[in-house]
Antibody, heavy 118, light 107 residues
Framework: EVQLVESGGGLVQPGASLKLSCVASGFTFSDYWMSWVRQTPGKTMEWIGDIKYDGSYTNYVPSLKNRFTISRDNAKSTLYLQMSNVRSEDTATYYC???????????WGQGVMVTVSS | NIVLTQSPATLSVTPGESVSLSCRASQSISTSIHWYQQKSNESPRLLIKYASQSISGIPSRFSGSGSGTDFTLSINRVESEDFSIYYCQQSYSSLYTFGAGTKLELK
């Protein structure tokens, strides 16, 4: 059974940094592109970016490219999202997703909440 | 960016009715549209890929159609468990985007 389990969320002050993790199981992690998607409190879904199966390439939504970094450790079957200089508009639930070779998200984690507030 | 416009924003129905949800793209995207269902307090799940291709484990009452800029998710005879938010997502561009969602609610 495919499982994606996120962690690392919580309350963070504006301007701070935060690193989210996603541990994958039930499939060969190193065979798949992975992605982060976030959902605002108003239910808007936003794709953040993705990373190639070997970690050699990343792609981001332009509005977040300068503050968010996606990485992975295939030996640990773990995906990461490094968030820097966070803003109130980054308050959202962050989902780790597996990207099917057909460029859709076939599995989603349970999500982790990030609240940016002073 | 490819903008996806979903309509209506909210659809109020009674169980047993059949419904159609719309997703319109700002440019032609062939059939590169995928549909997700998100039940309250749950993660989204994939319903339909590439406009009309079924997904294993998804009830047959869900179907998709369309190409180019206009796409439709149809639910044949809505059941109580179907009251959720439905999102479309495009993969024509490598900068993936989602629609704002359609909330299917009990009338």
């Amino acid at each position: 059974e495919v499982q994606l389990v996120e962690s690392g969320g919580g309350l963070v002050q504006p301007g701070a940094s935060l690193k989210l993790s996603c541990v994958a199981s039930g499939f060969t992690f190193s065979d798949y592109w992975m992605s982060w998607v976030r959902q605002t409190p108003g239910k808007t879904m936003e794709w953040i970016g993705d990373i190639k199966y070997d970690g050699s390439y990343t792609n981001y939504v332009p509005s977040l490219k300068n503050r968010f970094t996606i990485s992975r450790d295939n030996a640990k079957s773990t995906l990461y999202l490094q968030m820097s200089n966070v803003r109130s508009e980054d308050t959202a639930t962050y989902y780790c997703t597996r990207v099917n070779s057909g460029y859709y998200f076939d599995y989603w984690g349970q999500g982790v909440m990030v609240t940016v507030s002073s | 960016n490819i903008v996806l416009t979903q309509s209506p924003a909210t659809l109020s129905v009674t169980p047993g009715e059949s419904v159609s949800l719309s997703c319109r793209a700002s440019q032609s995207i062939s059939t590169s549209i995928h549909w997700y269902q998100q039940k309250s307090n749950e993660s989204p799940r994939l319903l339909i890929k590439y406009a009309s291709q079924s997904i294993s484990g998804i009830p047959s009452r869900f179907s998709g159609s369309g190409s180019g800029t206009d796409f439709t998710l149809s639910i044949n005879r809505v059941e109580s468990e179907d009251f959720s938010i439905y999102y479309c997502q495009q993969s024509y561009s490598s900068l993936y985007t989602f629609g704002a969602g359609t909330k299917l609610e009990l009338k």
